[in-house]
């Protein structure tokens, strides 16, 4: 793994495959590291001809902390969330989050790049590719949202299972915070016959180990909550758009998938049985695969499709 400058802070990666190849950046969600992006999941990119590049957004990982800076609470983000209210002064913003991406980029002499995000990394890479179209040869929304409240509104009684459930203490163990994590993908995962425990508990212990940071978390979740809609940013893309939702999840429904798609011009929309709000081993094949089909297609000149 290596660290470079962008946009004022540093940002942690690392690289898989042929450094001429062309580049899928992937992006993760909120609060969590790079290492949520399974090693084997990147290789099945790069055994498809691609350069694969995961990374710590700001306050996670080994990358920057963004310290200092007034964070809301838990209750008044939800709050936000219920009631549609902007929050004013957030500690940053998703756009801030996308410059950073850009930079990592810039630092890397990488001109162009398949973007792909999940969650609030997909949040991060719809800006990308609406605000900066010639840096992206393709995007792909996974489990995110159009930021609408209304299309992806959870259940009343879900947000408060995952949001208000007790937090680990400030001197937790990292067995505690591990078991806790856990738990957390039991209520917003996948099937069970997706999942694989034993790969869930060693990425957990893997991100406590690179750096367990929940004042991270806060400062993300309050800038996904002061974003707002994106819907009339969505319009602006022209990129070729896969969107990719878990008709499981409830953590961001499937509906914020499907109004992140038709708010894109010629969004293509996919939706995946038992798929929760996750990555688990038994989808990294369809995941892999529709992604790499997706950049291909995105390469192919127009005209030239199925020629």
């Not at 878990?246 to 038709?262: C, E, M, N």
Request: hydrophobic share 45%; with cysteine.
């Amino acid at each position: 793994m290596a660290r470079v400058q962008s946009n004022g802070i540093e940002i942690e990666y690392e690289e898989f495959g042929d450094p001429q190849a062309p580049v899928i950046l992937l992006i993760m969600g909120l609060g969590m590291q790079l290492v949520a992006w399974p090693k084997p999941f990147c290789e099945m990119l790069v055994a498809a001809g691609f350069r694969v590049i995961r990374f710590d957004n700001r306050d996670v990982g080994r990358s920057s902390k963004i310290e200092g800076r007034y964070t809301p609470s838990m209750l008044r983000l939800i709050m936000s969330m219920l009631l549609g209210r902007k929050l004013r002064r957030p500690p940053y913003t998703l756009e801030d989050m996308a410059a950073d991406t850009l930079g990592l980029l810039d630092a890397l002499n990488i001109a162009q790049a398949h973007i792909v995000g999940v969650s609030m990394g997909g949040m991060i890479a719809q800006i990308i590719a609406a605000r900066f179209p010639l840096r992206v040869l393709s995007l792909t929304s996974i489990m995110s949202t159009s930021g609408d409240r209304k299309a992806s509104a959870m259940e009343f009684r879900d947000l408060r299972k995952i949001f208000l459930r007790p937090r680990p203490p400030s001197d937790a163990t990292r067995d505690q915070v591990v078991e806790h994590m856990a738990s957390t993908y039991e209520i917003i995962g996948s099937a069970e016959h997706l999942r694989e425990v034993s790969y869930l508990r060693k990425m957990l212990s893997d991100s406590f180990d690179r750096g367990y940071y929940p004042a991270g978390f806060m400062r993300q979740t309050t800038a996904i909550v002061a974003n707002g809609s994106r819907r009339a940013l969505l319009k602006q893309i022209n990129a070729p758009t896969l969107v990719i939702h878990g008709k499981r999840d409830i953590l961001v429904p499937p509906g914020g998938g499907l109004d992140t798609a038709a708010h894109i011009r010629g969004a293509r929309m996919e939706l995946i049985d038992d798929m929760g709000h996750d990555l688990a081993p038994g989808l990294w094949n369809t995941i892999s695969s529709l992604i790499i089909q997706h950049c291909q297609q995105a390469a192919v000149p127009a005209g030239k499709a199925g020629a």
